[in-house]
């Protein structure tokens, strides 16, 4: 079985994620979106709320699965026998940022990293910006699954109180 690793924060998780994810799943027997569970860093929803929203969101595309990770992302796939890391890349930006970490990763494992542009329609798209603009009361509908918007607009309010 040919298993590959699509790591990210997913805070939250946005349609362009989920178009790296679906196709994704069409090159690879099995396909382990994984979200790191690092606690240092500032996020909006926690571990169990970013896992369950990925679940949810991919649960129509039968060969992928969800998991939570803590450390290095090589030593998450060596554990699952995954073969390949896949990261989507918007424009020239994320290719610059992206590719140190996989040679580093490349350094460190067998494990290949494989790069897949992401639509056109998403390239604006960041889970940052779309936090951005749902804090600041813009319509982010059609950018992220309905579900997470309607997370992100309860924890932002949350947050307001």
Request: glycine fraction near 10%.
């Amino acid at each position: 079985m040919r298993r590959a690793v699509c790591p990210g924060s997913f805070d939250p998780v946005t349609n362009g994620h989920l178009d790296i994810v679906g196709r994704a799943a069409k090159l690879f027997d099995e396909v382990v979106v994984a979200t790191g569970l690092n606690m240092s860093k500032n996020r909006l929803f926690t571990p169990d709320e970013r896992i369950a929203m990925l679940e949810e969101a991919t649960v129509g595309i039968p060969n992928v699965r969800v998991s939570g990770f803590d450390g290095l992302i090589v030593d998450f796939c060596r554990e699952i026998d995954a073969v390949a890391i896949v990261k989507g890349l918007r424009g020239a930006g994320d290719y610059e940022y992206e590719l140190p970490m996989a040679q580093m990763n490349s350094h460190l494992t067998d494990v290949e990293t494989v790069f897949l542009p992401g639509a056109v329609g998403n390239a604006f798209v960041s889970s940052s910006l779309i936090k951005e603009v749902a804090a600041l009361g813009g319509d982010v509908s059609g950018l992220v699954p309905e579900s997470v918007r309607e997370a992100l607009v309860r924890r932002l309010a949350e947050r307001r109180s």
